[in-house]
């Protein structure tokens, strides 16, 4: 009999909460998945009705597989449903959830788009949700949380908010798209939004073309990775 132990599982958490800019979640997880990292998913219930809103998808906790499948598909983009096996959900009212306890051996959580809501939940450890209380573990067990906050203008009570966020150890990466990569189209810009989240917990992908220090390469290229 074969005793070796297998390798233990150890997720990204994606946290989606209400915030427009569900694209930039569809796109941090598909890559997240092309990459070979498993994903741990919480939908909030206000990012419900705008993936509603945005997509004319319902995300249903009954029916999720289906849903996200559905969803990454979105923009004519081909998606392999196969990928999913490597996809757990928790729904944002389970408290007892895996991802609710320290010792769930998360990799760490990004939250992409975060409302000023969330902002403020985690900064303060509100944990009023899931994804909150998420939020709060990742940051007590000093892994990795990039908030991907998703508003403009920006009050002083949310920038406040934000500097404690730093403070803390999260990294704050508001949804803000640069040009210098020749993306001329919104999915080119929604992945390069994607791209930055996934650089700052080091995980590798190619969704833009990168800064090579050469002036000018922008207008010469079509954003895509060379």
Known sequence: MDN?????RQPWVVGVSGASGT???ASVIRALLAAGEPVDLIVSRAARL???????????????????????????????????????????????????????????MLVVPATTGAVAGIALGLSKDLLQRVASVTLKERRPLVVCVREAPLNGVTLKHLVELDAQ?????????????????????VDFVAG???????????????????????????????
């Open 50 to 108: 705008t993936i509603l809103d945005e997509t004319g998808i319902s995300f249903r906790d009954a029916h999720w597989r289906t849903d996200l499948a559905a969803w990454l598909a979105t923009d004519d983009r081909a998606f392999d449903p196969a990928r999913l096996e490597d996809v757990r959900y928790w729904p944002a009212g389970d408290f007892a959830a895996g991802p609710s306890s320290g010792s769930y051996p998360a990799r760490g």
């Open 196 to 226: 930055r989240v996934l650089d700052a917990v080091g995980v590798p992908h190619t969704l833009y073309r990168r800064w090579e220090g050469e002036l000018g390469a922008a207008a010469r290229h079509d954003g895509r990775p060379k």
């Open 23 to 25: 694209p930039y979640a």
């Open 169 to 189: 150890g999260a990294v704050v990466l508001p949804a803000s798209p640069g040009f210098y990569a020749g993306g001329s189209t919104v999915r080119e810009l």
């Open 4 to 8: 070796a132990k297998q390798p233990v």
